[in-house]
């Protein structure tokens, strides 16, 4: 059985008036079959390019990427019988309903009018959407919105979900609500790559990480294995002026305006909690998170949007 | 194959055709205020006698300028709303998105044109292989400037472009060409550029249809199925589907 998602030393150059930009220099990876694979990355980071690329928008330069086999180039016929996408900033119909979004989408999709209408209403309710399935998208907030173009992605009985950047701009409960959906059709055995760059989200809906940056895929893995690549698996966070030099024989030390992050092992947190100079009021102690792998892998400079 | 074919073109004319007339009807409005605005002052200027010439324009122009503005709907569904990438990542055939949604802009003519149809009957009395060939005509004329508008479409990349192409669009090919006057009436250089452009032809035929009978319309009938066919091999070849794939 081919893997789900493979791409190998995928390269895409966007070129407009003579300047050329390189989205994606080197991206190789592949997904498991069934779970979430969560795309991490800062704006401009190839993400974007790499979902257009695999659902046959955009040519590669260099390299290829395959679904399930399929190449996008080669097979794309083939491929759009077993993809289906939520683009980037993606926005309903503001005239219809999220019903007759999943409805008349199944029914473009060539299915007959009863099998539309049944896949709707399993659709709505399997999200949740009831509520507000029959109102029309201009009365619907942000995340209900967002929620609809969700649902019709899904809507499709398709072998990979491409959800790019589903929750940008929600709110953390709003986001929630996106968050339930994917997590039902993760449950229901399904396959989906999601592009973030939240990285509460990718730690939580993620049976698989890959981390990129500057058209860089950087490292791939489950949150456990991404921390565990670390040379620390332990994070103190102190509050107000700390010495920090007091720290660097424990590990590696991170000052900025909110504070000192010292990244260091287990056996170290004794000794430190004993040092006088530490008030213990101000400090919080935890293991290596997401967002330290994230910003260990990639650095914290500014990348420039690929958009 | 046909039949999904046929599910998918339904579903596109519903969403921007039914549904939004159901819900919105006052862009009914103003699909058809510019032709009948044209009519009336036809009938002010030209009195009684120019009703017939004035229907003929104003059934063409509605046909025009709904397939002009469709450059508007479809890039605000490719730019603004990315409904255009959902279906391009999905079997759905460009052309049959493009004809869905040029059918589901027909529709809010549909009353206009119905109106300005039966002016021509009773003003011509024409029968019906007449009528027909006037929907034949018609109908050339909504794949020629609906297959041009998807070709636009695919081609801009800014949604505040689109508003000056298309008003300018629908000018050129809607009321500039010999509609409303005989071509005979433009100086000889001009009437050369205005046969390039296909409702020229399309005018010409309908007044052959409707005024003289049949007459002298083979050739134009030629011209305009031949200028549809280039202008299909066109978009097919030059219409930038799925982003800019080089």
Known sequence: MPVPLESKSLKKIYRNKGRSTTAINDFTFSVKEKGVFSLLGRNGSGKTTFVKVSTTQLTPDDGYVRVFGKDVVEDEKELRHMISLVPQESRPFPHMTPYEHVYYFQKMNGKAREESKERAESVIGLLGMHDFARTECVNLSGGQKQLTMVAMALSLDTQIYFLDEPTIGLDIITRKGVWNAINKYRDAGKTILLTTHYLDEAAFLSDEIGIVSHGNFIKQGTLDELRSGLEYDTRVAMRGRVDHRAFEPYGKVHSDERGTVLFTSQEYVEKILSDSSVRKERIEIGPIGLDDVFISLVGEDIEVDEN | ?246
Not at chain 2, 9 to 26: E, H, Q, V
Not at chain 2, 214 to 232: R, S, T
């Open chain 2, 1 to 246: 194959m046909i039949r999904e074919l046929y599910r998918t073109i339904t579903s596109l004319t519903a969403m921007n055709g039914f549904i939004p007339l159901w819900r919105r009807p006052i862009a009914l409005i103003a699909v058809i205020s510019t032709p009948f605005s044209f009519l009336f002052f036809i009938y002010l200027f030209g009195g009684p006698s120019k009703i017939l010439i004035g229907a003929i324009g104003g059934v063409l122009f509605t046909i025009v300028n709904a397939s002009t503005m469709l450059q508007t709907d479809l890039l605000f569904y490719k730019l603004d709303l990315k409904f255009q990438q959902v279906v391009a990542s999905t079997p759905i055939n460009p052309l049959a998105y493009m004809f869905g949604l040029a059918t589901g802009n027909i529709v809010f003519t549909l009353p206009g044109l119905a109106i300005f149809m039966a002016i021509i009957v009773y003003e011509s009395h024409i029968g019906t292989l007449q009528i027909l060939s006037v929907i034949g005509t018609l109908a050339t004329t909504w794949v020629i400037f609906s297959m041009f508008s998807f070709l636009v479409s695919t081609r801009v990349r800014e949604m505040r472009d689109i508003w000056p192409i298309s008003v300018m669009f629908s000018i050129i090919f809607g009321v500039v060409p010999p509609i409303y006057y005989s071509i005979s009436a433009l100086p000889g250089p001009v009437q050369y550029v205005a046969y390039v452009v296909p409702t020229t032809w399309a005018a010409i035929l309908l007044k052959g249809i409707v005024i003289q009978d049949f007459a002298g319309v083979a050739l134009p009938a030629l011209v305009f199925v031949i200028e549809m066919l280039c202008v299909l091999a066109f978009t097919s070849r030059f219409s930038d589907w799925r982003l800019n794939r080089s």
